[in-house]
């Protein structure tokens, strides 16, 4: 497994192309906080969080489904939204999350690494830069 550099990671949050005008970027908390935060940098749009968990530390499955930790606790209807989060595996915590935002005008995914609308990698092993 390759270890990708910080700033080779920032050069590529800073390369990427969208094609919408978020009105909002949510985090998948927590993996999903720091990518957000990145990218609200460049977007400078609001941004909020989802409180969602399924794995622990160290990626094994916590729960047999994604868990709502905390309230929704923003206004999300007819709005278009950058959900973000730091991986997808299988799928489900994003998918657990699309299911809460229903509402939305528009929901694009963005992932650092997997399958989504927008993604840095796609590799099936990655080490995030500023995981220690």
Not at 17 to 43: S, T, W, Y
């Amino acid at each position: 497994m390759e270890q990708k550099s910080f700033n080779e990671v920032l050069q590529r949050f800073r390369e990427i192309e969208f094609h919408e005008n978020f009105d909002m970027i949510v985090a998948i908390a927590n993996g999903g906080i720091i990518p957000a935060a990145i990218l609200n940098q460049r977007l400078q749009t609001d941004f909020q969080i989802l409180k969602i968990n399924l794995r622990d530390i160290n990626q094994k499955p916590k729960y047999e489904n994604p868990q709502l930790l905390a309230p929704v606790g923003f206004d999300f209807h007819n709005k278009t939204i950058l959900l973000v989060e730091d991986r997808i595996k299988t799928g489900a915590t994003v998918n657990f999350a699309i299911g809460l935002l229903q509402g939305a005008a528009q929901i694009k995914t963005f992932v650092v690494n997997g399958n989504a609308d927008y993604a840095l990698y796609n590799e099936s092993c990655f080490r995030f830069p500023w995981n220690i």
